[in-house]
């Protein structure tokens, strides 16, 4: 089975803009999870996706959006960038037999 | 609310000696309990988990761990280590029936020759 993959890989936006990720999980998962990793804040957690429906969020502003579509693939969504949302945004995909969580590469967003 | 202490942000030890990473865990419920490994510029892999079976936990890589109700504890070892191993590892733990993961900081591991 192919892994979890997250386009772009990199991306570097000026403040103010909006940003879009990308996430498709492994055939057959239907969870989605985002999460943050920065060196000062570590990994958190963002929002679940299960069946097109948000199921868990994290404590994030609201600039920061999500949505899963029918074949199980995500996307979130950053607007108005702020120098503090550089990170590493990881997305996990869960099976529905399993509580694992398998992780992609990530998208490295680099705000300036 | 759960939370995960890992002890120590830096571990440094030689090749082929043990390495023994520390993790504990605050849990209202008995939770699901994960290790995770991130090379650099890459995700996180999952070393191994813990969900109320065997108390020791055998993983990949010759990684194991074992669960410590009474010590709030769930610490990584492995009787020798490979540069290979020079990594950053992460513990993370899960309310059961849920699959939200709350991880610790993190400790980087470092393997000298």
């Known amino acids: 089975k192919a892994g979890v993959t997250q386009t772009p890989r990199y991306l570097i936006k000026t403040r103010g803009q909006q940003v879009t990720l990308s996430c498709s999980p492994i055939?057959?998962?239907?969870?989605v999870s985002w999460y943050q990793q920065t060196p000062g804040q570590g990994l958190q957690f963002l929002f679940e996706?299960?069946?097109?429906?948000?199921?868990n969020k994290g404590n994030f502003p609201g600039r920061f959006s999500g949505r899963q579509f029918s074949n199980s693939r995500s996307e979130m969504n950053v607007s108005t960038l702020e120098l503090g949302d550089s990170a590493l945004y990881l997305c996990?995909?869960?099976?529905?037999?399993?509580?694992?969580?398998?992780f992609g590469p990530g998208t490295r967003l680099t705000v300036t | 609310a759960q939370s995960v202490t890992q002890l120590g942000s830096h571990v440094s030890v030689s090749e082929g000696a043990l390495v023994l990473l520390r993790c504990n865990y605050s849990?209202?419920?008995?939770?699901?309990l994960f290790w995770y490994v991130q090379y650099p510029n890459q995700g996180l892999q999952l070393l191994l988990k813990?969900?109320?079976?065997?108390?020791l936990v055998k993983g990949i890589n010759g990684f194991e761990a074992e669960f410590k109700k009474s010590e709030t504890s769930f610490h990584l070892t492995k009787p020798s280590a490979h540069m290979s191993d020079a990594a950053e590892y992460f513990c993370?733990?899960?309310?059961?029936?849920?699959?939200?993961?709350?991880f610790g900081k993190g400790t980087m591991l470092l393997v000298s020759p």
């Open positions: 055939s057959g998962h239907r969870s």
């Open positions: 993370a733990v899960s309310d059961r029936g849920y699959s939200t993961l709350t």
């Open positions: 996706y299960f069946s097109e429906t948000q199921r």
């Open positions: 849990s209202s419920v008995p939770p699901y």
């Open positions: 996990a995909s869960t099976g529905t037999e399993s509580y694992e969580q398998y």
């Open positions: 813990y969900t109320s079976a065997a108390t």
